[in-house]
């Protein structure tokens, strides 16, 4: 299916306001005092290493994303980038990370990701989808990484582990 463009921004907008939407109903749960404030983190997509090495798939998955953390154990993602099938994907999710350690200042929180995806021509002919994505925050007080386990999808999906670089803005 071709995507107008118009269609495409309109779509974008509406996600993007649903994001600022949610970024200020959980903002104000922060408040108390007691938590950690709200953190916004940008990044410039993804690598991913495939578990099935072939040329057919694309490793440098430049987009643009962001990432919301509300609480150490709550964060809400969204973004677009070029996925391995070399198609424009897009992306909003939400990360349950329950896990938490702190080395040498550097936080390392761990959980899964819920993703709504699309844009793979080889599943739902690039329709929209959900997968759980395993996934480790590595962050500094501006610098982080992020480290996914992308799972294959009936053959359809290639599986990856994704290197995600990111600088927080707030």
């Known amino acids: 299916m ?34 950690p404030p709200t953190q916004v983190w ?13 040329t057919r798939f694309r490793s440098d998955n430049w987009g643009v994303g962001a990432e919301v953390t509300f609480s150490p154990d709550h964060a809400v993602l969204a973004g677009s980038f070029i996925n391995s099938d070399d198609r424009r994907s897009q992306y909003g999710a939400y990360w349950w ?8 200042d550097v936080g390392v929180h761990a959980g899964v990701v819920a993703a709504a995806l699309d ?25 982080g990484a992020n480290i996914m386990v992308v799972p294959t999808i009936k ?16």
């Not at 940008?42 to 072939?54: A, E, L, M």
């Not at 290639?158 to 707030?170: H, T």
């Open 42 to 54: 940008v990044n410039p997509g993804f690598y991913s290493q495939h578990f099935k090495s072939s």
């Open 119 to 143: 844009g793979y021509p080889n599943y739902r002919n690039g329709g929209w989808f959900v997968a759980p994505i395993p996934a480790v925050a590595i962050e500094g007080s501006r610098i």
């Open 97 to 104: 990370r329950p896990l938490h350690w702190t080395i040498s």
């Open 155 to 170: 053959n359809r999906v290639q599986g990856a582990i994704a290197f995600q670089l990111k600088l927080r803005v707030w």
């Open 2 to 35: 071709l995507y107008d463009a118009r269609m495409l921004q309109a779509s974008t907008l509406d996600r993007l306001a649903a994001i600022a939407a949610m970024m200020a109903a959980f903002s104000s749960q922060n408040a108390r005092g007691d938590e």
